[in-house]
């Protein structure tokens, strides 16, 4: 039998993990930010955004077959969790946030997916 280890984790780098707690997973939960959420559109991405009794933001990934091969969505999906990743310490409070690609997300640079989640932020951090 294996013990597991437990380090601490030095520069603060243990809040910018992206956990299970930080996903949607249900289909109940996509449900529930489809029906009731606003939308907020970007030159990159579009997000559905429902406030949420948990403490940290969520995100689910809604990634249609439409864009590419499975190759091409995942490369999607990374570039989406890691700008989450990176800004989820400056939503406020918590929501429930479903992601969705726009035509031509290809062609852009990671730094379109943070200006994206930028934009996000300024709107849901105003209300």
């Given amino acids: 039998m294996w ?10 780098l243990q809040d910018k993990r992206f956990r299970k707690h930080n996903r949607l997973l249900k289909s109940a939960d996509f449900q ?3 029906q009731r959420g606003f939308k907020v559109v970007t030159h990159t991405l579009i997000f ?3 406030p949420s009794e948990h403490q940290e933001p969520r995100i689910g ?8 091969k499975a190759v091409k969505r995942n490369l999607i999906k990374r570039r989406t969790r890691e700008a989450f990743r990176e800004k989820k310490a400056s939503f406020k409070k918590g929501f429930d946030i479903v992601v969705s690609p ?10 379109d997916y943070l200006k994206s989640f930028d934009i996000l932020l300024k709107k849901i951090n105003r209300s």
């Fill in 32 to 34: 529930l930010v489809y």
């Fill in 3 to 12: 013990q597991a280890v437990v380090r601490p984790v030095e520069n603060g």
């Fill in 61 to 68: 990934l809604a990634i249609s077959r439409k864009v590419g």
């Fill in 102 to 111: 726009r035509r031509g997300i290809l062609d852009r640079d990671f730094q």
């Fill in 48 to 50: 559905r955004v429902i």
